[in-house]
C-alpha cells in the first residue's frame, strides 16, 4: 500500500538508526506516509474513472446543420446600376422552387412579374421607370425543404434628358395620297440612325418607302409614288428606354394608325389661268384662278394640303411684307393651306374679274366663292395641289409637305 511513495530524509550518522526523526516518531512517519499513498490512489482512480467525458459546455452545444441546398439568383446581380428599363429582371433557384417574389421600388410600388409553371424561374413583364432603385425580394423552398430568402438592389438609367416624339397624321385619320408620315422630337436628336430604328412603318397593302430627315426634331417617311386609296397605314415608335444619343431617351411609345383616301389631285396653271380637280384619276372640275403676281409669284411644285379654315385672317406682316409696302390684313373664307410660306386656295371675291385670265394674288390661288367652296369640300388633308407656269422658284422641301421635290435618288439617301 505504501510501496510507491519514496520520502528522502537526511542520512542519520553511522550507528544511529533513529537520529534524523527529530521529535517524530516512528509511528508519526508511517501515519503520514499512510494518508499520501492513500490520497495518491484516489486522485489517479477519480481521473480514469471517466475517460473521455465531455465538458460541461459541452453538454449545451447546438448540432451543425449543413447549410440549405437551394440558392437563388438574381439578374441584374445585388447593386447593379445603370440597368436599361427595358431589361427583363430574371429570378431563378437551383435544388428548390420560388415561392414568391416581389420586385418595388423606393415608393414601394410593384412592377408585374410571374413565376414560371415549373416554379424555377421569375421574370418581369412590363418596362421599368427611369432613375429608380429597386428591391427584389425573392422567397424559395428547397429540395431538402429548408425556406431561403434573398434580397437585392439595383439601380435603372439616369437619363439626361427625355424626348417626346409626335406623329402626323394622327390615329383614326383619312388623309390624302400626297400625306407623309412625319415624325417630331421635342429635343435635337444627336443619333438619327438610332431615332430612325425605333419608328416602323407597317402598310397594307406593302408599299416600298424611305426615311428623310429635315431636320434634327423632324424625320419623315414616304413612299416613292402617291400612295394608293385606301392604304392601311399604322406608324409605331418603340423609343422608351432607348438611348437616341447625347443622354437623351426616349420618354414613351406611341402608335398611329390611319387610312388613305381618295385620290385628289388639282393641277393650277399659272399660264392658262385654269385649275383641273382629278378624284380616283377622273376630271371633275375646272375652275378659273388667278395666281400670284410677278412680284409674289405662287411657288411651282407638288404641294400638300397641310391645314382648312372656313375663316381665316391673313396677314402679310406674319412673312415680312409691311403694309406701308403692299401689305395686308384681310379675312378671307374657304381658306385651305398648301404651305408654311402662305401660300393658300381661298375664295377671292375681289379679283374674281381677273380670275381665268391674269395673276394679281399675293402669291395664294384665288378662287371665286363658289369655286372656294367646293374646293373647301372636297378637299382634305394629304391632298395635293401640283402648281405649273406660276413664273416663281420651286417650292421648298421644308416649307410645308414639299417632301415630293425632292427626287427619290436623293431621298433614300435620308440626309442624315
Known amino acids: 500500500m505504501d510501496g510507491p511513495v519514496r520520502v528522502s530524509t537526511p542520512c542519520p550518522a553511522a550507528g544511529d538508526r533513529n537520529a534524523g526523526l527529530g521529535r517524530l516518531g516512528r509511528g508519526a512517519v508511517i501515519t503520514l506516509l499512510f494518508v499520501v499513498g492513500v490520497l495518491s490512489a484516489l486522485v489517479a482512480g477519480c481521473a480514469a474513472s471517466h475517460p473521455g467525458a465531455p465538458s460541461p459546455a459541452a453538454h449545451h452545444a447546438a448540432p451543425v446543420l449543413p447549410p440549405p441546398v437551394a440558392v437563388i439568383s438574381t439578374d441584374p446581380p445585388d447593386r447593379a446600376t445603370d440597368i436599361s428599363p427595358l431589361k427583363p429582371i430574371a429570378v431563378t433557384v437551383t435544388k428548390g422552387k420560388l415561392t414568391q417574389v416581389s420586385l418595388t421600388n423606393t415608393q414601394g410600388a410593384p412592377v408585374v412579374g410571374q413565376i414560371d409553371a415549373d416554379g424555377k424561374s421569375w421574370k418581369t413583364t412590363k418596362p421599368l421607370g427611369y432613375s429608380r432603385v429597386y428591391t427584389i425580394t425573392a422567397n424559395a423552398v428547397g429540395d431538402d425543404n429548408r425556406a431561403v430568402t434573398s434580397t437585392t438592389t439595383f439601380t435603372t438609367i439616369q437619363p439626361r434628358t427625355l424626348t417626346f416624339p409626335s406623329i402626323n397624321p394622327l390615329n383614326g385619320e383619312t388623309v390624302g395620297v400626297g400625306q407623309p408620315v412625319s415624325v417630331y422630337f421635342d429635343e435635337p436628336i444627336a443619333d438619327r440612325q ?15 418607302g424611305a426615311f428623310y430627315w429635315f431636320s434634327k426634331h423632324e424625320v419623315h417617311w414616304r413612299p416613292q409614288q402617291f400612295w394608293e386609296p385606301g392604304t392601311q397605314v399604322t406608324v409605331e415608335i418603340h423609343d422608351y428606354g432607348k438611348d437616341l444619343g447625347n443622354g437623351i431617351y426616349g420618354q414613351e411609345d406611341r402608335i398611329s394608325h390611319f387610312t388613305i383616301g381618295d385620290e385628289f389631285v388639282a393641277h393650277a396653271d399659272g399660264a392658262t389661268h385654269q385649275m383641273v380637280v382629278d378624284i380616283n384619276g377622273q376630271m371633275v372640275r375646272t375652275m378659273p384662278i388667278s395666281m400670284g403676281r410677278p412680284s409674289s409669284p405662287s411657288t411651282n411644285g407638288i404641294h400638300v394640303v397641310t391645314d382648312r379654315n372656313a375663316t381665316k385672317v391673313m396677314d402679310s406682316t406674319t412673312f415680312g411684307l409691311a403694309l406701308d409696302a403692299g401689305g395686308y390684313i384681310a379675312k378671307v373664307q374657304w381658306a385651305t393651306r398648301i404651305s408654311n410660306g402662305g401660300e ?49 422658284p420651286d417650292l421648298k422641301p421644308w416649307d410645308g409637305f414639299g417632301d415630293w421635290q425632292v427626287p427619290w435618288t436623293q431621298w433614300v439617301s435620308g440626309n442624315k
Open 194 to 208: 438610332a431615332a430612325e430604328s425605333t419608328i416602323s412603318v407597317t402598310t397594307n397593302p406593302p408599299v416600298e
Open 344 to 392: 393658300f386656295v381661298h375664295a377671292a371675291p375681289w379679283s374674281v374679274a381677273q380670275q381665268g385670265n391674269s395673276n394679281v394674288s399675293h402669291g395664294c390661288i384665288n378662287l371665286s366663292p363658289e369655286n372656294a367652296k367646293w374646293f373647301f369640300d372636297h378637299v382634305k388633308k394629304g391632298d395635293v395641289v401640283i402648281n405649273t407656269n406660276t413664273g416663281g
